[in-house]
């Protein structure tokens, strides 16, 4: 099983940038396809984002394309979102967790504590 811990996120105004990171521990980061979730206050955990294992073929959740973008350090063992022209209704807690489509993948472990994104309008 792959830990990891998020980071990078904290407080921006709409229209602002941040840019979250999610470092693995373990040899098996580079063999998994890696995602990114988000769980705001009151919903269930959503898919935001997802990239290979090689770190091609990224794809979205209709909400965020075009604005955030998902790419991986396999050498740093470490995944990246960089988002951009944030709104309001991105504000949530952001999670990073090796995927299969959309979804998490059914041996993953458990959830890092996650980093809280919070766009103030």
């Known amino acids: 099983q792959v830990q990891l811990v998020e980071s990078g996120g904290g407080l921006v105004q709409a229209g602002g940038s941040l840019r979250l990171s999610c470092a693995a521990s373990?040899?098996?980061?580079?063999?998994?396809?890696m995602g990114w979730f988000r769980q705001a206050p009151g919903k269930e955990r959503e898919f935001v984002a997802a990239?290979?294992?090689?770190?091609?073929?990224?794809y979205y959740a209709d909400s965020v394309k075009g604005r955030f973008t998902i790419s991986r350090d396999n050498a740093k063992n470490t995944l990246y979102l960089q988002m951009s022209s944030l709104k309001p209704e991105d504000t949530a807690v952001y999670y990073c967790?090796?995927?299969?489509?959309?979804?998490?993948?059914?041996?993953?472990?458990?959830w890092g504590q996650g980093t809280q994104v919070t766009v103030s309008s």
């Open positions: 967790a090796p995927t299969m489509g959309r979804l998490p993948r059914a041996d993953f472990g458990s």
């Open positions: 373990g040899r098996t980061f580079s063999s998994y396809a």
């Open positions: 990239i290979s294992w090689i770190g091609t073929s990224p």
